[in-house]
Each structure stands twice: as structure tokens, then as C-alpha cells.
């Protein structure tokens, strides 16, 4: 459908109004105290002078900028991160963190981000593949409190398939490579970045399809916040709208990541 440039002015104020609106019901927000946890690759993580970086910072960063507030960064373990934002320690979680119906109960989320295929990643040639049946009898790493660790422990654990959380990806790589693990359980993305491409992940590659089920792995990542903070929630909703509408996101998706992922 073709537009002159009245109707493309109109849908340009319409837009611009409505972020302003937004905007202007949040005008108390002056500052925004994100929690992370800073070792998951390439949506967050430390450079080697200790600065935070990665594709959730980068947006992180840009809705503040969106909402002209300032941008604080509280780094929690991932397993901690729900009950410090209730404990208020910080005013949303921007962590990579996964919808799901379990943690709405806890918490109150955006609208969805974008979301990350699931994938297993073991030895070349280890013809592991992420069932309950390949897996019997071996040790699989995972990030405690991750949606990785809920299904592990509910669709292999119980089949004999030995799930060991850990408090940092780092430490779940660590141990694959020393042979403590025989396979890691996490996002692809993650995987790729953060590991596969990296020295440490020589010999190692992705185990079998990606692992999809709604129920417990959920449906998309968005920013936690405190049950009834609806003024954060719908600032925090318009600016993500506001950079998804400008393609800032996009961009910054095609920058970070390897593997397909969806906006929502």
C-alpha cells in the first residue's frame, strides 16, 4: 500500500504521541536500576577491563536513553535475581530471562522481547542428543534457576540423566571442558558466542535439534518487574516499542547475534 507524505506525516505524529504519552505517565522515572547476571554471552558479559557489554546492555541502555532516565546495573546471581526485585535491590530484571507461567507468579513481565532457540552442546561426535534416553547415566550442566534447569529436571532428570546447576555459565563451560560434564544445556545463542566460538570450545559443537516446548521453556524474553509497577512496566513496554518502530533493535540483533532469532 502506497502513502503520501500526509498520511506518513499523521502515522509519524500518532507514534510520536503515543511514545510521549507513555513517556509522560512514567515522568517520575529518574533512574533505572536493572539486575543482571553478567556472564552469559553475548547478552551480557564483561569486557577485559571489567565493563559490562552485550546485546541486553545495549538495549538496556537505550531505553533508558528512550526514557531519559539514568541506567544502573546491580549484577545478582541468575537464581537470585526474582527475589532481590522483590527485595527491591534493583527496579527490573534484564537478564535474558524468559517468560514463563512459573515466574508470573512471582513477578510481572514486559511484553516479549524477542526469543532464543534451546540447544545442547557436547564433544564432536558425541552422538548425544537432548532426549531422556541419549542422555541416561550422563551429567548434563546447566545455569541454576534458568528455564534450561526446569526442563532438564523435569523431562531427564527422572529418567536417570544426572542435571547439575551451576551459579555461572562460565562454570558450566569449565567443566565441560574438563570433562566433569558430558554435554551443557542452554540458549543457542549462548552457546555460540559465549563458548563454540571461542578458544575453549574447540572440539565441541552443537548436540542434536533445538528443544521447543511452550509449557517450560516459554514463549519469549522480556524485563521483569515487581507485581503492580505498572508505571516502570508500560515505560518500559513504550520505549521497547518505540525502539523496535526506529530499528534500533534490529540493529543490534544483526550485531550480536549468530543464530536465528525472533523479535516479537
Keep these: 500500500m502506497k502513502m503520501n507524505w500526509r498520511t506518513l506525516a499523521a502515522l509519524?505524529?500518532?507514534?510520536?504521541?503515543?511514545?510521549?504519552?507513555t513517556h509522560a505517565s512514567a515522568a517520575e522515572i529518574k533512574e533505572i536500576r536493572f539486575g543482571v547476571e553478567a556472564s552469559y554471552a553475548p547478552f551480557e558479559s564483561k569486557s577485559a577491563t571489567g565493563e559490562l557489554q552485550g546485546f541486553d546492555i545495549d538495549v538496556g541502555n537505550a531505553v533508558c536513553a528512550k526514557l531519559n532516565a539514568k541506567c544502573v546495573w546491580v549484577e545478582n546471581s541468575f537464581d537470585g535475581l526474582i527475589p532481590a526485585l522483590q527485595a527491591r535491590k534493583f527496579n527490573a530484571i534484564n537478564s535474558d530471562m524468559t517468560i514463563t507461567d512459573q515466574r508470573r507468579q512471582a513477578v510481572d513481565f514486559t511484553d516479549p522481547i524477542y526469543t532464543i532457540p534451546n540447544q545442547m552442546i557436547a564433544k564432536k561426535g558425541?552422538?548425544?542428543?537432548?532426549?531422556?534416553t541419549s542422555l541416561k547415566g550422563k551429567h548434563i550442566g546447566v545455569l541454576q534457576g534458568t528455564i534450561q534447569e526446569t526442563y532438564a529436571k523435569a523431562r531427564?532428570?527422572?529418567?536417570?540423566?544426572?542435571?547439575?546447576?551451576?551459579?555461572?555459565?562460565d562454570q558450566v563451560y569449565a567443566d565441560l571442558v574438563s570433562g566433569r560434564l558430558d554435554a551443557s544445556f542452554q540458549d543457542a545463542e549462548a552457546a555460540s558466542k559465549g563458548f563454540l566460538?571461542?578458544?575453549q570450545g574447540a572440539g565441541f559443537d552443537f548436540a542434536g535439534p533445538a528443544v521447543t516446548d511452550e509449557k517450560l521453556l516459554g514463549a519469549g524474553v522480556g524485563y521483569g518487574v515487581r507485581k503492580n509497577d505498572k508505571a516502570l512496566k508500560d515505560a518500559l513496554n513504550g520505549a521497547l516499542k518505540a525502539l523496535k518502530a526506529d530499528g534500533t533493535i534490529d540493529h543490534l540483533a544483526?550485531?550480536?547475534?549468530?543464530?536465528?532469532?525472533v523479535l516479537k
Excluded: E, I
Aim: aromatic residues 14%; proline residues 10%; charged residues 15%.
Design 254 to 261: 544483526a550485531k550480536y547475534f549468530d543464530v536465528k532469532v
Design 156 to 169: 531427564w532428570a527422572p529418567a536417570g540423566v544426572d542435571v547439575v546447576p551451576y551459579q555461572t555459565q
Design 126 to 132: 558425541s552422538g548425544l542428543l537432548p532426549n531422556a
Design 12 to 21: 509519524a505524529t500518532f507514534a510520536a504521541t503515543s511514545f510521549a504519552a
Design 197 to 199: 566460538k571461542r578458544p
